[in-house]
């Protein structure tokens, strides 16, 4: 049995956005003014349903609002989620939101709902850009919505940057670092563009519109970036986030430490103690209405199991402990791991598998070899 104090966290996926963005492949509903009600009863009674999946560990230590774009959920009925969750005193209680929606009332409200960190989505301060990528605010009022978050004074608050956009050089790149220099957000969320199937941008692509960033461009970018948001004194402490020390995400630490995690509304998913894992159905409609949302459920092999745990732990710069890949039942072969310590892409430490500088760019195949390396030394866990 997982020990009680085991942290864990809740996900609460929030569909609703005001318009549609043309790289984003989330399932999401253009916000019509529908009744918010409903649906968060829905998530009342999914919580309910699965509170037994998860009581052997305590409360959550972390909640997140997802989507979708949750800053449109009325703060009353967020207050309303927020107490049915019962996190535990002091939890990190994240929601992820957009400028439009930070008036400074706003923002009070959000804080007596019991939000304590923010995650704004920015993704750039260059207008020509932020057109390409249909944002809904402009970035002046983006920058002003930023002013007004640090006003507010929550604990921590993160903004999201994308890069490797549509005809994006490092020369305008250089904008959006030099606006978070004069910004100093606490915590950076990177999300370099991908041309995820079945999207607008994705489209413009295959039809010759949008030409993908190179190889070569792309890695200028993300080590353009690592140097600038360092001389900030922001740390990488993942991939893709760089934060003062303090102020790192919670939440999302717990999928790259393997912890377990409570996916609430249509899409999410979960990942149980047992280590069960399921998604729900990705459709609104079905969603309030059936008895049960699950659309899958699995228990993952040992095998691939590992090889998740190796994709997501890799992503943390504290890495993976070795002794505790072990404990599953599983051996990592030795040498494979001395070969990519002698190519400079893990770290010499010989207690855990960390990523060194060169390795970050190519972490998923190095996680891919490793899993290969793998031999099965238990037949269950």
Known sequence: MSAPDQPWGVYVHVPWCIRRCPYCAFYVEVDRGEDQRPYVAALQSELELRRVDFESLGPPSTVFFGGGTPSRLDPQLLARLVQAIRPRPGAEISLEANPEDLSVERLQDLRQAGINRLSVGLQTFHQNFARILNRASTVARAREAIKAVQDAKFSSYSVDLMFALPGQSLGDLEVDLDAIEELRPPHVSLYGLTYEPGTPFERARARGRFVEASEELWRAMYDRIAERLRAMGLRRYEISNYALPGHESQHNQLYWRDHPYLGLGPSAHSYAPDR??????????????????????????????????????????????????????????????????????????????????????????????????????????
Do not use: C, K, M
């Not at 459709?283 to 209405?289: C, F, I, K």
């Not at 051996?331 to 990523?355: H, V």
């Open 276 to 381: 069960q894992r399921w998604h729900n159905v990705a459709d609104l409609s079905r969603y309030l209405t059936v008895d049960d949302p699950i659309a899958e459920r699995e228990r993952p092999s040992l095998l691939q199991a590992t090889t998740d745990r190796l994709i997501s732990g890799l992503r943390g710069f504290e890495g993976i402990e070795l002794r505790a890949i072990e404990r599953w039942g599983v051996t990592l072969a030795r040498s494979e791991i001395a070969r990519l310590r002698s190519a400079g892409l893990l770290a010499s430490d010989p207690d855990r598998l960390i990523l060194t500088d060169s390795g970050v760019p190519v972490a998923d195949a190095i996680a891919a070899h490793l899993a290969s390396a793998v031999s099965i030394d238990a037949p269950t866990r």
